[in-house]
């Protein structure tokens, strides 16, 4: 059976961006006017601190629910009475670093938590935040096969080794113009690209 929902049903504008669902069956929405949430029964939407669209949500292996918007990003978690709470991770950041553009993917590897805008990937282990600035534009963040993998604009598709971005196809590898959008597993030993 498929169940359709309209924004009158959850009370929330029309965009949805994308879909997670928690070890509980919540599902979680990144959505226009914050992070919507479904229970199965009741709709419930969290809005960011500065009011942003909510751009993009991953759910890490400590369960928090990671979530990226305009010039800013974190996570939710439970409050004391179970209302979903946001933590920025901003003030984290230099004052060099804080402003940025909105983040347009998160994924998580490890215990660790990428987020992508286009001017940096932010790197989030527990307490602190590495900073990489792309050469030109970070336009794709991806996993696949356990493999970190983010285009560069002038660069072409970089793979994250430990603290390094490092080389995986050059952009004269790639289609001119080429944009990637997707990543996935593709068998053991390849990566799917769209």
């Known amino acids: 059976d498929i169940s359709n929902y309209y924004n009158g049903s959850y009370g929330a504008g029309t965009e949805n961006r994308s879909i997670v669902e928690d070890?509980?069956?919540?599902?979680?929405?990144?959505?226009?006017?914050?992070?919507?949430?479904?229970?199965?029964?009741?709709?419930?939407?969290?809005?960011?601190?500065?009011?942003?669209?909510?751009?993009?949500?991953?759910?890490?292996?400590?369960?928090?629910?990671?979530?990226?918007?305009?010039?800013?990003?974190?996570?939710?978690?439970?409050?004391?009475?179970?209302?979903?709470?946001?933590?920025?991770?901003?003030?984290?950041?230099?004052?060099?670093?804080?402003?940025?553009?909105?983040?347009?993917e998160i994924v998580p590897l490890g215990n660790d938590i990428f987020f992508r805008s286009k001017e940096e990937i932010f790197q989030y282990n527990n307490s602190s935040v590495t900073v990489y600035p792309a050469a030109t534009e970070w336009s794709f963040l991806g996993k696949g096969n356990n493999t970190l993998i983010a285009q560069d604009l002038k660069n072409g598709l970089m793979r994250f080794n430990n603290v390094l971005w490092a080389s995986f196809l050059d952009s004269t590898s790639l289609p001119a113009g080429f944009l990637v959008s997707s990543l996935f597993s593709y068998g053991p030993d390849s990566l799917f690209l769209t």
């Open 23 to 104: 070890r509980n069956g919540v599902m979680y929405f990144p959505h226009l006017e914050g992070l919507l949430t479904f229970d199965g029964a009741h709709w419930k939407l969290y809005s960011l601190p500065n009011k942003s669209i909510v751009r993009s949500l991953a759910i890490g292996k400590d369960n928090r629910i990671y979530a990226g918007g305009q010039d800013d990003f974190g996570y939710f978690s439970p409050g004391k009475n179970g209302e979903l709470v946001f933590t920025s991770l901003k003030p984290l950041l230099s004052k060099k670093n804080n402003s940025f553009t909105d983040i347009w």
